[in-house]
């Protein structure tokens, strides 16, 4: 890598953090308010809930009568689904989701290690997953437990979408049918929550659903967001509660809220987008706690009202989650980069469907943008040849007018003009491809594509760094596991090469600073994913080989 690009880097970076410090958009942009009673955002919103046709067949709660009552340890059980995707437990209390292991992803590369549970809860931390109906008329305590139609779910390849009916009903006689719809080959779950009002008197209500998680102590990636996440009219907003006691209240339309870290999430999806409030809170016990209320409603006697959701529980996998609708792809989101980000991503996973191997993809998106900017850098490295050709003449007028500085910028000047040499002409082309830049390392970063995705070699997983062997001690600077860092010390090397091919600044302080830079560089990616390395390196052999041949070209 040359200096004038590095320069650029680090001068785009700085202007970039800058720019999203003090002009980005801010968090406070989005309506931030204390938690309002669920009982006055029936007053402030009108009410949305319209007789939608429901998703799933209409059930008949008035049938059967099942009596309301508070948990007891010997009436609740556990009820579980097992689809070629996952394995769910729901208990019949709420209900909630008390597991939900997918089987395409494990904790780490080992192929023994554990599933990955999205449900980071035990049992006696509450619910991670639960929509239930609030009765505002006459509060009760606690869940109430259901009765199920079926104990277990077994789904296999090609079979029908299946469901499972859970009735129950309160102390206030309102009877409540929550029917959920399981597909085999998808991570949504539809779900049909009605409530019939068997009280002689009109009942006011809202419903609502709560998602609890647990933050990891490591939020993984570099560019890794951990917390909820919501698409309020129609903007993807993050509702960031990193603190105790942080709370934070969106209102507006709601497409869809989730609970997210990089690679999953899970998402409470409303049938239509309606207006509702969406709070955040980190409770004192480290949990988070997410609470979507839709507008109040008023059931009167014997009349039915009912809410319909679509649940996504899996990973944030961009095209999965294109495929699944209702704008939830909108969870991934690359920052002011994300205009480039997503067709990098779409190129990239494009080649590994034909190549199945994100090593080798990553080389060719490489190469790719490295043609497309050929042009651009061919111009750079051209300057930068012009430039070293006028070295001895520029180390001539620095001796001789080394004590008048003005006089030496005005024969730099004119000497440049002479040859017909723009000394910033090299810096355009690279400030252009800054962006690029960024945006791949955006993908690269965080992206659930080369999570635990092998490349070659000692290389099993483009997300995490490189390591040759394990080592029991510690090394300065160094993230576990602790080995040889291979790949990054082939990109230091690659960039040494890279300057000593650039011309020698006539500054002796400044070339001394241009010496250090890879070794700057090494130590920067040295806990960096072995993909983004990968990137690095690939496109500093490119630009050595560009370089040399236009060395070697006569001028």
């Avoid at 704008?327 to 690359?334: G, Q």
């Avoid at 980000?341 to 199945?356: D, E, Q, S, V």
């Amino acid at each position: 890598m040359d200096k004038r690009t590095i320069l650029a880097f680090i001068l785009s970076f700085v202007i970039l953090v800058g720019w999203s410090l003090f002009f980005g958009p801010k968090q406070e942009q989005a309506p931030v308010q204390k938690e309002v009673p669920a009982d006055q955002l029936g007053e402030q919103v009108p009410e949305s809930r319209k007789t939608v046709p429901p998703p799933l067949p209409a059930t008949d709660s008035g049938q059967e009568e099942t009596p309301g009552h508070a948990i007891h340890a010997e009436d609740e059980k556990e009820i579980k689904i097992d689809t070629p995707l996952y394995t769910a437990v729901f208990s019949n209390a709420g209900p909630a989701l008390r597991s939900f292991k997918l089987k395409q992803y494990r904790l780490t590369t080992d192929p023994s290690s554990p599933l990955i549970d999205l449900v980071s809860l035990k049992k006696d931390m509450g619910d991670a997953l639960r929509i239930a109906f609030d009765n505002h008329s006459a509060p009760e305590n606690g869940a109430t437990i259901f009765q199920v139609d079926q104990d277990t779910v077994l789904l296999g390849p090609g079979a029908s979408p299946q469901d499972i009916v859970f009735k129950g009903r309160t102390r206030n006689d309102l009877s409540i049918v929550q029917t959920f719809r399981f597909y085999p080959d998808q991570y949504r779950i539809d779900l049909n929550v009605e409530v019939t009002n068997r009280s002689g008197s009109p009942v006011e209500g809202v419903f609502r659903g709560s998602l609890k998680a647990l933050p990891p102590d490591d939020k993984g990636g570099y560019y890794a967001y951990v917390g909820f996440a919501a698409l309020l009219n129609t903007k993807l907003e993050e509702v960031e509660v990193e603190d105790p006691s942080d709370e934070e209240t969106l209102r507006g339309t709601l497409g869809w809220v989730a609970y997210e870290d990089t690679y999953f999430m899970t998402a409470i999806v409303p049938d239509v987008p309606s207006e509702g409030m969406f709070t955040g809170r980190h409770l004192s016990s480290g949990i988070q706690e997410g609470t979507y209320v839709q507008p109040q409603i008023s059931i009167p006697p014997s009349e039915v009202k009912s809410s319909q959701y679509a649940l996504y529980l899996g990973p944030r996998d961009l095209g999965i989650l294109k495929d699944f609708g209702k704008n939830l792809d909108r969870a991934i989101n690359f920052g002011w980069t994300d205009i480039i980000a997503k067709p990098l991503l779409y190129i990239l996973r494009f080649f590994n469907t034909y190549i199945h191997n994100y090593g080798l993809s990553i080389i060719l998106l490489t190469v790719l943008v490295k043609i497309l900017f050929w042009p651009l850098t061919h111009k750079s490295y051209k300057s930068m040849k012009e430039m070293q050709k006028l070295q001895p003449r520029m180390a001539k007028l620095r001796e001789k007018y080394k004590g008048d500085k003005q006089k030496l910028n005005q024969e730099m000047m004119a000497l440049y003009k002479t040859y017909k040499v723009n000394p910033m002409g090299g810096c355009l082309p690279m400030i252009i491809q800054i962006p690029v830049f960024f945006a791949l390392f955006r993908v690269l970063g965080g992206c659930i594509e080369l999570r635990h995705a092998p490349f070659a070699l000692w290389i099993n997983d483009l997300s995490a760094p490189d390591r040759l062997f394990h080592f029991p001690f510690q090394i300065p600077f160094m993230t576990p596991p602790y080995g040889i860092p291979v790949l990054t010390l082939l990109m230091g090397a690659s960039m040494f090469i890279q300057q000593k091919m650039t011309p020698t600044p006539g500054d002796p302080a400044q070339a001394k600073i241009m010496m250090f830079l890879p070794i700057i560089f090494t130590f920067m990616f040295i806990n960096f994913p072995s993909g983004l390395v990968l990137y690095w390196l690939v496109n500093n052999v490119l630009s050595i080989g560009q370089q040399y041949r236009i060395h070697k070209k006569p001028g």
